[in-house]
């Protein structure tokens, strides 16, 4: 899963287990773990079970089957989180855990919790959160022109990535297929996610 399902798997009530869930993304190594203090290892735990059910998950596996067959190859699975990122943000009052609260809302929130404690965070990510910010790029994925912006956007950064640049394309021609494999796996890792907070 990408950023915004990270964040919203987090849940509302733990702002260290939230912090760590995003730091998890580039804290690499048992010693980089072992600085963050235990409240935010369990977030970095959390980031890296919502990353293995996924990739293990029957469901995602039909879905980035079925992004194999469109092109995507070996990418096809980097589609899949993002545009899985797309359909939560499309659909969010249905998927997060605050129905009343909105997605602006909730990105902007999440930006502010995350840039104040930014100092804490992986030199790389820093970097990656101030342009996530000032793009906002958790309310943009609920347009179609912004999981296009997202895929494109990793295509020019990620060496030999640059297939990605149709992988929007491609997710949106089949996006109802996508939309009810979304629908069966969310439950299933939302419940995986519950068991560590």
């Known amino acids: 899963m990408n950023f915004l399902a990270h964040l919203v798997l987090s849940g509302p009530h733990d702002a260290d287990l939230l912090f760590g869930n995003f730091a998890a993304e580039a804290v690499r190594g048992r010693a980089a773990v072992a600085a963050y203090p235990p409240a935010v290892q369990r977030g970095i735990r959390l980031h890296r079970l919502i990353d293995s059910f996924t990739d293990a998950h029957p469901v995602v596996r039909r879905s980035t089957a079925r992004l194999r067959e469109a092109g995507l190859g070996k990418w096809a699975g980097v589609v899949a989180d993002v545009g899985y990122d797309h359909l939560l943000a499309r659909h969010f009052a249905r998927y997060h855990y605050d129905a009343a609260e909105p997605l602006p809302a909730f990105a902007q929130r999440m930006y502010a919790l995350l840039h104040q404690r930014r100092h804490e965070l992986p030199e790389r990510l820093q970097h990656m959160l101030h342009h996530m910010r ?64």
Do not use: N, Q
Not at 161 to 167: N, R
């Open 134 to 197: 000032a793009g906002d790029w958790l309310s943009g994925y609920a347009d179609p022109e912004g999981l296009k912006r997202a895929l494109l956007g990793l295509s020019r950064r990620v060496p030999g990535a640059e297939v990605l640049a149709t992988g929007g394309a491609a997710f949106l021609a089949e996006r109802a297929a996508y939309e009810a494999d979304f629908e069966a796996f969310w439950p299933e890792l939302r419940a995986a996610a519950a068991e560590i907070h």
